[in-house]
């Protein structure tokens, strides 16, 4: 299977089934001497867990971070990283009815018509827990970028239609929702609670912002700082859309609206503005970036729906097993990972953009 690595010099490569013995990733370009070790990548293994929250999988699982390689008295040693979390609460038998049908919403119907194969425990290589291990991955990436004052984080901006309009920072750790706003927290909890006891599910848009970013990173064509953070966001399961700024309504704005003004302030460029949500051309300007991605309802769920077996026959299908009523919540770190990842590779590959940096890395520049 292709399509399992991301990144070009900071690259990562994740491994594992849902329902298999672990989960993991390598991680191969990160810079020696990074201050990294289990406990810190943990922490954000620990958002991301099954189990922990009221609206989110029964499974229970530790995901107990190991680190196999790449690290030694604390730091990386710039060779790969291999980290790996075992399963430990895997029910195969859950999916036992399903084995010949093909769930909706779901990539069983795709993966079967590509390889002729497909793990039905629990969705198998397609299945969100493939996401632990890019989690694991962002930890190591968000280590690297905390040392360059860059700094990344998510919330949930709204689920169903229920939109955050306050925005408190410390209150996105103090509800399970990981929303900003106690009011639309509340609010929300109650279309949770109604969407558990009807064995349906909901889906929202998670908001991420990157500060500290310098202007110019991205390139100007393939690889826009915009197109490789929708890549990298877009491939976590359940992403249907992403904008940047003031994204789909910029559409219904003139250009004289929509243009960020530039002026100097404190002897600095500054936008009065961030419609552009931090991107111009492709390459960040120094303002914040601000993007959003939707995220689909969970498709697992307990209600009676039409679908077809692998002989082409209709039937109707009832999903078991343990499952997310709402990804969201669970998908932040997720979402701050993909980001991580993505915007150190473009800082890395931005150490070559000019010459007098690389003669100045090597010693050649002026004295």
Not at 340 to 358: E, H, K, P, T, Y
Request: glycine share 12%; proline share 4%.
């Amino acid at each position: 299977m292709s399509g399992s690595v991301f990144g070009n010099i900071f690259k990562i490569s994740t491994w594992g089934e849902s329902h298999g013995k672990a989960l993991g990733v390598v991680i191969d370009g990160c810079p020696a001497g990074v201050n990294i070790d289990e406990e810190i990548i943990q922490k954000d293994m620990d958002r991301r867990r099954p189990g922990a929250s009221k609206y989110g999988t029964k499974r229970s699982e530790g995901d107990k971070v190991q680190i196999l390689s790449g690290v030694f008295e604390g730091k990386t040693t710039g060779t790969p990283i291999s980290l790996i979390v075992f399963n430990e609460d895997q029910r195969s038998r859950d999916y036992g009815n399903i084995m010949n049908l093909y769930r909706p919403g779901h990539a069983d119907f795709g993966f079967d018509s590509k390889y002729g194969f497909r793990d039905y425990r629990g969705g198998g290589r397609s299945s969100g827990r493939e996401t632990s291990g890019r989690a694991a991955a962002g930890a190591v990436a968000r280590a690297c970028l905390k040392e360059l004052g860059v700094e990344i984080f998510a919330y949930t901006k709204s689920v169903g239609k229920i939109s955050c309009r306050d925005f408190d920072k410390a209150e996105i750790s103090n509800n399970p929702l990981c929303m900003p706003d106690r009011e639309a927290y509340e609010a929300a909890a109650e279309l949770m609670d109604s969407a558990l006891k009807q064995g349906d599910s909901v889906g929202g848009v998670i908001e991420g912002r990157i500060s500290g970013l310098p202007a110019g990173i991205g390139e100007t064509v393939f690889d826009k700082l915009d197109a490789v953070l929708a890549k990298a966001v877009v491939s976590i399961g359940a992403v249907k859309g992403i904008e940047f700024g003031s994204g789909f309504s910029a559409s219904l704005l003139k250009g004289s609206e929509n243009n960020d003004p530039f002026v100097i302030r404190e002897g600095r460029p500054k936008k009065l503005t961030n419609n552009s949500g931090g991107i111009l051309g492709g390459m960040s300007d120094g303002s914040e970036v601000v993007f959003r991605a939707a995220f689909k309802p969970t498709p697992s769920i307990s209600i009676p729906q039409r679908t077809i077996n692998r002989s082409m026959e209709e039937e109707e299908i009832v999903i078991k097993g343990r499952h997310d009523p709402i990804i969201v919540p669970r998908a932040v770190v997720v979402v701050e990972a993909m980001a991580a990842v993505a915007v150190f590779d473009l800082m890395l590959m931005n150490m070559g953009s000019r010459m007098d940096n690389i003669k100045k890395f090597y010693g050649k520049g002026e004295r």
